[in-house]
């Protein structure tokens, strides 16, 4: 080829720019999905349920006895996961505190955010194929990265662990047709992607049973292609041999009669349809959708009825099942329109593309400017939308929540602990898993719901009053138990109450409606007991957690060798682990660096395995060249707290 010819050096030119297209909504889609991954959004209980599951699994307990949730898709965290040496790798070592929780969050987050980045690149390929217009391809792909409803996909649920599964299953039925064309080992490469993509269905069908619903829309493209029943035929195997790993798993264990009392139970479940026109049920799934992303719902609504009417089949049959199968649903959650976002986005760009070629048509140079203005547009308002919520930090109160009630817990090991377990008592089991699987702490876990009083009557509690507390309230009909848990609640008395940082927002200002959905988060939270521990009510540690207070001035952060929840609770300031520092000198240059001061040292604790020499009793000598020790406080229980300031004469080294 001569690269001097113009038109080969046009064709490099558009090759260049189509790889652009491509690689733009993947960078979009990295950013928007694994930016901030524990700060936003909120952790939803049902990912604590799948976790939790996940980890029982690993430690031997194959399937729980619980009849609400037969669908087991769960097992591929346990299977990725558990190859990745979670959570063991990443298990607090020494004190538990806010950040460690945070991690064991962190890690399943990192998952979904990989997955949402291949869901990106599969919707691309799907129109580039399918639609044969890489300005399809380029535009559905990039309003699934940026437009606010794609937050949703950075949550641990099961709809998201499916969705690539969903979206690589139409690839390969689309690709049927590519392989179609070619005349060599044509039949063997249409049998293998019928196959393939029956087998992506499949497993799509085990993670979560709904995604039946997009047996008509896969069938038919498989046989429009391949014109033939025999590949349809074969096509099928898969798809239904597959799910019923389910049954027989459940089965094998002896659990059968659990799991189908499990479909039964999802079947007739009620009170929460997908749209409700009598104000009812204000948080079914219609409204919350338009509370996160009303553009893209709108806009997506009317591009779906609209290629239906044109009779394009892709969007027709991949939408019509699912939104009748939600119909008949008495339970529709918004996150179970996740398989649908897609579908929101390709129909969307493809009506885009459309409008803006009628208008080329007409005008050749108001059409590529309009299309551009409204890609862009839409583009630019979708990215400062969804960053201005991946960038909020909503979950602080959930990791320290956590920390608190594990410091307060005795290990399973401890030879001190007494017979009587405590009991923790919180809303949903939110991390129970953590306190349970990773930490080996030694307790009762129950909910509101299924609280029973234990036989004995000096029962020790740890009571989380949570967001669905005054929900259960409302919505209990077991008065015997209601009245032991309000009991309960007021004869403990609070430990400690964390706010919602959800609430720093303004819930009735776009793009922040999203945060005022129902029961997300765990919201503000008291803890109550009806234990005496030792240090939250030990007069000498609160006094030497105050005075601390008053010696640092109001807006300075303290940089913190080791904490918990009782100095959390009772010092006014932030307190900061200086994680990644390794050494005094890494340690002066880190506090210089971040233009901080103070330094609190829990003697013999640090939160930083490389920094226990130096926060030993020995150790805290050496701190005597940089720092001045300002006071030094030792409370009943024999912990000792030392308060340095940096010398000013410390220059980074």
Known sequence: MNPLNPSVASNSHVSRAYSVFFIIPL????????????????????????????????????????????????????????????????????DVTAHSIEMLYLIPRVLIGILGVLDTFLIYMICKYYHKSKKVAFIASTLFAVMPMTWMTRYVLLENIQLPFLLSSVLFAVLTSKMSNNSNDKNINI????????????????????????????GFIIYRNSKSLKNLGLWLIPVFLLPLMSPIYAASLGMFDIWWDGIIFQITRQNQPLLDFTDQNPNNAITALLRIDPIMLVAGTISIIFLSIRKDLLILLWTVPYFILFYFLGYVSFFHLIPLFPAFCIAFAKLIVLLSDKINTKNKIVGPVATYAIISGLSIFGLISTTMLITTNVNSNHFETAAMVAGYLPDTDNPNSSGNKMSVIMGQSRFYWILEGVLDKDHRYTTYWNYKSPDNDDEKIVMIVDGLFDYWKRTNINKTQGRELLEIYNNTRTMAVLDSNSNNYDHAKYPYTSLSLENL???????????????FYNETFISAMTNISRLVPKNESIVSSAHNGNMVFYITHKLLIPHGVSSETSLLNYMVRSNLTYLLVNENKSATTQLDPLFSRDGLKNLDNHFQKLAEYKTDSDSRFHLYRIKENWAIG
Request: proline share 5%; aromatic share 12%.
């Open 27 to 94: 960078v979009l889609s990295c950013f928007t999905h694994f930016w901030n991954l524990t700060g936003f959004p909120e952790i939803y209980m049902d990912e604590d349920i799948y976790m939790r599951k996940a980890l029982h699994a690993l430690e031997g307990v194959l399937l729980e006895e619980d009849t609400s949730n037969p669908i087991y898709g769960w097992l591929f965290l346990t299977l990725v996961l558990g190859g990745a040496g979670y959570p063991d790798l990443l298990g607090p070592q020494g």
């Open 191 to 218: 049998i293998s992607s019928s196959l393939v993509s029956g087998i992506f269905l499949g497993l799509a069908i085990f993670i979560k049973t709904p995604a039946f619903a997009m047996i008509p829309l896969l």
């Open 521 to 535: 988060g765990i919201g503000r939270v008291e803890i109550r007991t009806n234990s005496e521990f030792s240090e």
